[in-house]
């Protein structure tokens, strides 16, 4: 089962900023937190990942509160084609390291 | 450059078939993952090969369902005497070392007749 929760819908304002968040309470140590997006029916897109640190890339910015119980995922100028389910994942650190995916939460951008 | 190439990228098959899924991982990454996807569900992990070894088959259904990942060549998932429930969106990934985010394909879309 997804060790995350998200809220299934949300919605913004083209050429705004979105603020996606994950709750991921029961977080261990060693997981790391990654974000994936889907648009439609593609394949999940790897968008960014953390431990502990505040990460920025040319995608996206992650928020890592200090306990690790919660994330944010920043979207700082979302556009139409940002529309997708955004996944929050807690990656476990067994023998394979899988990601499980939860329900994730749907973006509608807005024009 | 080319990402993960999956074929095909639609399968049709009538009950009882058999279904065989094509995935060619990016160049150099010896890592694959196969996840299905049902009508408007999220994505359930099925199987993780690495080069010729099954690594963690947890997500796969004990009957029908096999994977592997020769030496040379793609990684295949087999499906025997498929059903109707087996109609689903099938998406592998690769990774070139575990640390690393995968790279997902565009899937192959499977419909049981």
């Known amino acids: 089962d997804a060790k995350t929760t998200q809220p299934p819908s949300m919605d913004c304002a083209e050429g705004r900023a979105a603020n996606l968040p994950c709750n991921h309470s029961t977080i261990s140590g060693n997981e790391y937190v990654y974000w994936y997006r889907q648009i439609h029916s593609q394949g999940p897109q790897y968008i960014i990942h953390g431990l502990k640190n505040n990460e920025t890339n040319e995608m996206a910015s992650l928020i890592i509160t200090e306990d690790r119980k919660s994330s944010t995922l920043i979207l700082p100028h979302a556009t139409l084609r940002d529309t997708a389910v955004y996944y929050c994942?807690?990656?476990?650190?067994?023998?394979?390291?899988?990601?499980?995916f939860g329900s994730g939460t749907r973006l509608l951008v807005r024009p | 450059n080319a990402g993960v190439m999956q074929n095909p990228r639609h399968l049709v098959r009538r009950r009882g078939q058999e279904a065989r899924l094509r995935c060619s991982p990016v160049?150099?990454?010896?890592?694959v993952y196969w996840y299905r996807q049902l009508p408007e569900e999220g994505l359930k992990f099925m199987v993780y090969l690495q080069k010729e070894n099954i690594i963690d088959e947890s997500g796969m259904p004990k009957e029908r369902f096999s994977a592997e990942f020769p030496k040379e060549g793609p990684s295949i998932l087999r499906i025997q005497q498929v059903v109707r429930g087996d109609s689903a969106a099938y998406f592998c990934?690769?990774?070139?070392?575990?640390?690393?985010?995968?790279?997902f394909g565009s899937g192959t879309r499977l419909t049981v007749v």
């Open positions: 160049k150099g990454h010896s890592h």
């Open positions: 994942i807690v990656r476990l650190m067994d023998s394979s390291y899988k990601l499980i």
């Open positions: 990934a690769s990774s070139t070392d575990r640390w690393y985010g995968y790279t």
